[in-house]
Nanobody, 118 residues
Protein backbone atom coordinates (compact mmCIF):
# COMPACT_ATOMS: atom_id res chain seq x y z
CA UNK A 1 0.00 0.00 0.00
CA UNK A 2 1.16 3.50 -0.86
CA UNK A 3 -0.56 6.59 0.48
CA UNK A 4 -1.08 10.06 -0.96
CA UNK A 5 -2.67 12.84 1.03
CA UNK A 6 -4.21 15.89 -0.57
CA UNK A 7 -6.78 18.59 0.05
CA UNK A 8 -4.75 21.01 2.14
CA UNK A 9 -4.74 24.72 1.55
CA UNK A 10 -5.22 28.16 3.02
CA UNK A 11 -8.44 28.87 4.87
CA UNK A 12 -9.65 31.54 7.26
CA UNK A 13 -10.37 30.76 10.88
CA UNK A 14 -13.83 29.28 11.24
CA UNK A 15 -13.66 27.76 7.79
CA UNK A 16 -13.47 24.14 6.69
CA UNK A 17 -11.41 21.76 4.60
CA UNK A 18 -11.63 18.11 3.71
CA UNK A 19 -8.46 16.11 3.47
CA UNK A 20 -8.27 12.89 1.52
CA UNK A 21 -5.77 10.05 1.71
CA UNK A 22 -5.81 7.82 -1.34
CA UNK A 23 -4.24 4.39 -1.14
CA UNK A 24 -2.88 2.26 -3.93
CA UNK A 25 -2.84 -1.50 -3.66
CA UNK A 26 -5.46 -4.09 -2.86
CA UNK A 27 -5.23 -4.38 0.91
CA UNK A 28 -6.39 -0.94 2.04
CA UNK A 29 -9.36 -2.38 3.94
CA UNK A 30 -7.06 -4.48 6.13
CA UNK A 31 -5.33 -1.42 7.60
CA UNK A 32 -6.33 0.82 10.45
CA UNK A 33 -5.82 4.40 9.29
CA UNK A 34 -4.99 7.66 10.95
CA UNK A 35 -4.17 11.31 10.58
CA UNK A 36 -1.26 13.03 12.28
CA UNK A 37 -0.02 16.59 12.01
CA UNK A 38 3.18 18.48 12.56
CA UNK A 39 3.24 22.20 13.16
CA UNK A 40 6.41 24.24 12.57
CA UNK A 41 8.89 23.63 15.35
CA UNK A 42 6.76 20.96 16.98
CA UNK A 43 6.67 17.19 17.07
CA UNK A 44 4.25 15.18 15.01
CA UNK A 45 1.04 14.59 16.94
CA UNK A 46 -1.97 12.32 16.68
CA UNK A 47 -5.14 13.84 15.26
CA UNK A 48 -7.56 11.01 14.54
CA UNK A 49 -7.76 7.30 13.72
CA UNK A 50 -10.28 4.86 12.33
CA UNK A 51 -10.39 1.09 12.38
CA UNK A 52 -10.38 -1.11 9.28
CA UNK A 53 -14.16 -1.20 8.99
CA UNK A 54 -14.85 2.44 9.80
CA UNK A 55 -16.86 1.35 12.81
CA UNK A 56 -14.63 2.93 15.42
CA UNK A 57 -13.07 6.38 15.36
CA UNK A 58 -10.77 8.18 17.77
CA UNK A 59 -9.87 11.84 18.13
CA UNK A 60 -7.40 14.02 19.92
CA UNK A 61 -9.09 16.26 22.47
CA UNK A 62 -8.00 19.32 20.51
CA UNK A 63 -10.09 18.36 17.47
CA UNK A 64 -12.97 16.46 19.04
CA UNK A 65 -16.29 17.87 17.90
CA UNK A 66 -14.72 19.74 14.99
CA UNK A 67 -13.07 17.03 12.88
CA UNK A 68 -14.64 13.86 11.49
CA UNK A 69 -12.67 10.93 10.14
CA UNK A 70 -14.17 8.47 7.68
CA UNK A 71 -13.14 5.93 5.08
CA UNK A 72 -14.50 4.38 1.93
CA UNK A 73 -12.90 0.99 1.44
CA UNK A 74 -14.48 0.63 -1.99
CA UNK A 75 -12.58 3.74 -3.07
CA UNK A 76 -9.41 3.01 -1.08
CA UNK A 77 -9.68 6.44 0.47
CA UNK A 78 -9.75 7.95 3.94
CA UNK A 79 -11.07 11.42 4.71
CA UNK A 80 -10.76 14.06 7.39
CA UNK A 81 -13.49 16.66 7.44
CA UNK A 82 -12.19 19.65 9.35
CA UNK A 83 -14.71 22.26 10.49
CA UNK A 84 -14.40 25.36 12.66
CA UNK A 85 -10.71 25.56 11.87
CA UNK A 86 -8.44 27.50 14.18
CA UNK A 87 -5.01 29.03 13.56
CA UNK A 88 -3.54 26.38 15.87
CA UNK A 89 -4.68 23.72 13.40
CA UNK A 90 -2.03 25.00 11.00
CA UNK A 91 0.30 22.11 10.24
CA UNK A 92 1.38 19.56 7.71
CA UNK A 93 -1.11 16.71 7.89
CA UNK A 94 0.05 13.14 7.28
CA UNK A 95 -1.94 9.97 6.80
CA UNK A 96 -0.82 6.68 8.24
CA UNK A 97 -1.76 3.05 7.67
CA UNK A 98 -1.06 0.37 10.24
CA UNK A 99 -1.78 -3.29 10.71
CA UNK A 100 -0.37 -6.12 12.75
CA UNK A 101 -0.15 -9.62 11.33
CA UNK A 102 2.68 -11.39 13.14
CA UNK A 103 4.53 -8.08 12.89
CA UNK A 104 3.41 -4.48 12.65
CA UNK A 105 3.45 -2.71 9.30
CA UNK A 106 3.30 1.09 9.29
CA UNK A 107 3.06 3.20 6.15
CA UNK A 108 3.16 6.98 6.00
CA UNK A 109 1.93 9.17 3.20
CA UNK A 110 3.49 12.45 2.23
CA UNK A 111 2.02 15.46 3.99
CA UNK A 112 -0.43 18.09 2.87
CA UNK A 113 -0.16 21.60 4.28
CA UNK A 114 -3.11 23.21 6.05
CA UNK A 115 -2.78 26.90 6.86
CA UNK A 116 -5.47 28.63 8.92
CA UNK A 117 -5.29 32.41 8.97
CA UNK A 118 -6.69 34.47 11.81
Amino acid sequence: VQLQAFGGGLVQAGGFLRLSCAASGRSFSTYAMGWFRQAPGKEREFVSAIDWSGGSAYYADSVKGRFTISRDNAKNTMYLQMNSLKPEDTAVYYCKAEKTVVRTTIIWGQGTLVTVSS
